[in-house]
């Protein structure tokens, strides 16, 4: 019987490590994806950013990102005024 039992635990201690190991990877996986998002963003950012001072249609990116940014620092880098947050009555 302690033979079992002893089996039955090194074989929960071996399932534990692949477990933790499975967490690992998947975790550096996402942050692999995450980061190759971002950099999708920022190369896609800077060509419109470019284009834009190319064709002079700064005008009209700045009227777009007031339409789609709502941060307060978003909208600061672009000197957008801040949104005005409407007042919810008290019922």
Do not use: C, H, P, W
């Not at 009209?60 to 880098?77: A, F, P, Q, V, W």
Request: proline share 0%; glycine share 4%; no cysteine.
């Amino acid at each position: 019987m302690k033979q079992q039992l002893s089996k039955l635990q090194k074989l929960q201690a071996q399932k534990a490590k692949i477990d933790a190991r499975i967490q690992m990877i998947s975790a550096r996986e996402k942050t692999k994806e995450r980061k190759q998002d971002t950099r999708r963003k920022i190369l896609i950012g800077a060509y419109y950013f470019d284009k834009a001072k190319e064709n002079n249609s700064m005008s009209e990116i700045n009227k777009i990102m007031d339409g789609y940014l709502t941060r307060k620092s978003d909208r600061d880098l672009f000197g957008l005024k801040a949104l005005v947050k409407e007042k919810k009555e008290k019922k």
